[in-house]
């Protein structure tokens, strides 16, 4: 006969939580995946560029009000820019300057969603700090690369500067909060231990 297992004999065991998503990896079991690689890829450019124009329109409205163009204060703005987003605020080089409140609106909207929904993004798709960095640099590099082909290679000043600050600032603050994910307080349960 076999002897019967200790029943009061408690082990501690790590509990870890079912993880159902797609873009977790246990530490230390990480590997070259190519199609989840361009998946975040994809999903981080798709984010940022569908949430920008909300963000220049609160920008928009925050620097201009209900003001037209010529800075008339109407219920109902007259021109459809500088009021409403519009793509030249996006890839344009020409929309970034610190002399006109088009450009300011510009550069605060870009400095929130480049900076701290591209912080999100890298928090919820990366989930890694130390791949951070590549992903930040790999969006603004296609996003260089999308701005020469709208308009040319971006000659001013300001416009480099705000994408330097936007992509120190998306890269410090992603790699912070999956940081912050990585050392969270591994939850540990005393359970009864089965010996055979």
């Not at 200790?6 to 873009?23: C, D, E, G, I």
């Not at 990585?182 to 089965?194: A, F, G, H």
Request: proline share 5%; glycine share 6%.
């Amino acid at each position: 006969t076999q002897p019967s297992p200790p029943t009061n004999t408690l082990s501690l065991h790590v509990v870890m939580a079912k993880r159902t998503s797609l873009f977790y990896q246990p530490l230390g079991t990480e590997r070259f995946d190519a199609p989840l690689i361009l998946l975040q890829i994809g999903l981080i450019q798709c984010t940022l560029y569908v949430s920008l124009p909300f963000c220049l329109l609160v920008s928009n409205i925050l620097f201009f009000g209900t003001m037209n163009a010529s800075g008339d204060q109407q219920s109902a703005p007259a021109s459809r820019y500088p009021f409403t987003p519009h793509l030249d605020q996006i890839f344009s080089f020409r929309s970034f300057s610190f002399f006109s409140l088009v450009g300011w609106s510009t550069i605060v909207a870009w400095l929130l969603c480049g900076g701290i929904l591209g912080a999100l993004c890298l928090f919820v798709f990366v989930r890694r700090s130390r791949r951070c960095l590549d992903f930040v640099a790999t969006f603004y590099i296609l996003h260089l690369l999308l701005s020469i082909v709208y308009n040319g290679f971006p000659v001013y000043w300001e416009w480099w500067l705000a994408m330097v600050l936007c992509a120190t600032l998306m890269e410090l603050c992603g790699e912070a909060l999956c940081y912050w994910r990585e050392m969270r307080i591994v939850s540990i349960q005393d359970t009864k231990v089965n010996m055979v």
